[in-house]
């Protein structure tokens, strides 16, 4: 049974961090490029940032470039988002994925084929 928990959520201040966790099992975690999206409310879903599976290439959105982090360990099936920095605008549920294709690692949701059951970030004071 394919599996992706994501962990770490919560409320935290402007300026805060948090670092969020995707624990995944039942399929070969390196074969997969695993992402980082969000969602707002009224809001598309959109791509945060991905880590590749074939050389551990990171991808970020304009927005979280330099205050965001994301790693995987592949011994523990587990990828993590260090999240700097927080503003307001980065309140939302945060969802992993996975795809077995490195092309859809950031921006193209639709082409995923696993998903976490989110987590919420709010960003407020």
């Known amino acids: 049974q394919v599996q992706l928990v994501e962990s770490g959520g919560g409320l935290v201040q402007p300026g805060g961090s948090l670092r969020l966790s995707c624990a995944a099992s039942?399929?070969?975690?390196?074969?997969?490029?695993i992402g980082w999206f969000r969602q707002a409310p009224g809001k598309e879903r959109e791509g945060v940032s991905c880590v590749s599976s074939d050389d551990g290439s990171t991808y970020y959105s304009d927005s979280v470039k330099g205050r965001f982090t994301i790693s995987r360990d592949n011994a523990k099936n587990t990828v993590y988002l260090q999240m700097n920095s927080l503003k307001p605008d980065d309140t939302a549920v945060y969802y992993c994925?996975?795809?077995?294709?490195?092309?859809?690692?950031?921006?193209?949701?639709?082409?995923?084929?696993?998903w976490g059951q989110g987590t919420q970030v709010t960003v407020s004071s």
């Open positions: 994925g996975a795809t077995v294709d490195d092309h859809f690692c950031l921006g193209y949701p639709s082409g995923y084929d696993y």
């Open positions: 039942g399929f070969t975690f390196n074969y997969y490029a």
